[in-house]
């Protein structure tokens, strides 16, 4: 039991309440004894953009912003993205624990089984247009796969919850890699068992006639460390998202589609495509600090950089830079990286983004590495999607697993009109609020 308190006087009745603290935090509801009558609903508090409220109690992922630390479970992401695979990383996150050898071998069986998909919601992805954004097509596929699998709706049975989540983690990589080559008009291509998660990703993105893909090895590995980069990241938008979907018991298909739809936005995870258009308008190397200046003067804002908990390097950053070094080697340099580094030089000397605390974050260097794997810009983000399915899902477990956790209902407080009476059609003046049209 904690024994610290914050002690507060309301000066409008000059009482003084103790409210508890626990690491560092008082309860919101704490609040509502704070009242000036019995008629008084008590004290809110008003964050928009929980800029400073803890909404759940979480073991998963630390973050540390101000030092530029992240850890998975305890461990530094440095650390992982060395000696992991992705998959040993995806069990860590979602049990807690880093795998044994023959937990892993089953872990590894049990994925690798549901990677097929049905072949009617292979035929709903033919549904789409050929030039359909590949994030639109993941998240409505993901969505559909709720209809494929309706006992996931019993998501308060943990074996149940354990199927859904192998299946899901098991069968985003094809989603993602039939996205892409529905854009090219290229037939879907059967996953294949023998390969590891990454080269099977990338046997069903890239095989064309031969009978057995082999994937380069240092190709398939800077992969894998992207997708361990990309696996978690605590409280973001789209888990906030999956966790609030989830709150109010909705299958977890459906959640990680409302959690992929949060992630496909430009703030989020829809940065990296932002940030070669950027790269792309830029042109050379010479137009950056043109393009620093227009950014100061408020005209947008340079993709790629800044981030709510980061008040420092992103260590997701650094540690892209040296993968894209090792892709390079095979593939050849992508010309865009000098670009970027010169941003990232001119930006990081400036007024501006050292009194903001604004440095590169994840996506600034991804697109580059993505750019030379051989992607467009518009399936970036499903390759975010892809790793960040094994968070959202851990998140969703760990909501549901915490007996604190209750639907999702935020407060608000009331701007609009005092009750007014209804005036019929023929007296009504025409004139609307200004937003919203
Ligand atoms: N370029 C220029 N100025 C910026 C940028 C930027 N990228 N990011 C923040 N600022 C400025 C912002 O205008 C504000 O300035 P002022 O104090 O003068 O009003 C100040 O820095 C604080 O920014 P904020 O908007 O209050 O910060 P936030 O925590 O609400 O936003 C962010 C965080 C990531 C949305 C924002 O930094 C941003 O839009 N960055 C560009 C998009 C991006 O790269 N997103 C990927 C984030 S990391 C991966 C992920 O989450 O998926």
Same mark, same amino acid.
């Given at each position: 039991m904690t024994t610290e308190a914050l002690n507060i006087v309301d000066q409008r009745t000059n009482v003084a309440y103790a409210l508890p603290l626990n690491k560092g935090t008082i309860r919101a509801t704490d609040l509502r004894q704070i009242k000036t009558g019995p008629e008084d609903f008590g004290v809110m508090s008003y964050d928009p953009a929980f800029l400073n409220t803890a909404s759940c109690q979480s073991a998963i992922t630390f973050i540390d912003g101000d030092k530029g630390i992240l850890r998975y479970r305890g461990y530094p992401i440095e650390q992982l993205a060395e000696k992991c695979t992705f998959l040993e990383v995806a069990y860590l996150i979602i049990h807690g624990e880093l795998p044994t050898e023959s937990q892993l071998k089953t872990w590894v069986d049990d994925i690798t089984h549901h990677t097929m998909l049905h072949e009617k919601t292979k035929e709903f992805l033919q549904g789409f247009n050929h030039d359909a954004h590949p994030m639109g097509m993941f998240i409505s596929t993901v969505a559909a796969l709720s209809t494929v699998y309706p006992e996931a709706r019993n998501v308060h049975d943990p074996e149940v919850r354990k199927l859904q989540i192998r299946r899901l983690i098991g069968k985003v990589p094809t989603i993602a890699a039939y996205t892409y080559r529905h854009g090219l008009g290229y037939p879907y291509i059967y996953p294949d068992n023998e390969l590891s998660y990454t080269e099977n990703f990338m046997n069903m993105l890239w095989r064309m006639v031969e009978p057995k893909y082999r994937a380069n090895p240092a190709l398939s590995r800077a992969l894998d460390i992207l997708f361990i980069l990309h696996a978690d990241h605590e409280q973001n938008c789209s888990a906030n998202v999956m966790r609030a979907v989830g709150s109010s018991q909705a299958d977890p298909f459906v959640c990680t589609a409302a959690a992929a739809a949060a992630l496909s936005g430009p703030l989020h995870g829809g940065a990296n495509e932002e940030v070669l258009k950027m790269l792309d308008e830029i042109g050379t190397k010479d137009h950056v600090p043109a393009y620093i200046q227009q950014i100061k003067a408020g005209h947008g804002k340079l993709m790629g950089f800044g981030h709510r908990i980061y008040k420092n390097y992103d260590p997701r950053a650094r540690i892209i830079k040296w993968a894209a070094d090792q892709v390079f080697l095979t593939t050849g340099r992508n010309p865009k990286l000098d670009i970027a580094l010169e941003l990232? *030089?001119? =930006?990081?000397? $400036?007024?501006? !983004?050292?009194? *903001?605390?604004? &440095?590169?974050?994840? $996506? !600034? &260097?991804?697109?580059?590495?993505?750019? =030379?794997?051989?992607?467009? @810009?518009?399936? !970036?983000?499903?390759?975010?999607?892809? @790793? *960040?399915?094994?968070?959202?899902?851990?998140?969703?477990?760990?909501?549901?697993? $915490? @007996?604190?956790?209750?639907? =999702? *209902?935020p407060r608000q407080i009331y701007t609009g009109y005092p009750e007014r009476n209804y005036v019929p059609i023929e007296k009504r003046t025409g004139q609307a609020l200004a937003a919203g049209g």
């Open positions: 990232e *030089r001119i =930006a990081l000397e $400036d007024e501006y !983004f050292i009194k *903001r605390k604004l &440095y590169p974050n994840v $996506d !600034f &260097y991804s697109g580059i590495i993505y750019q =030379a794997l051989g992607f467009k @810009p518009d399936i !970036f983000t499903v390759l975010f999607a892809i @790793p *960040r399915t094994v968070g959202w899902l851990a998140q969703w477990q760990e909501m549901l697993q $915490d @007996p604190e956790q209750k639907i =999702a *209902r």
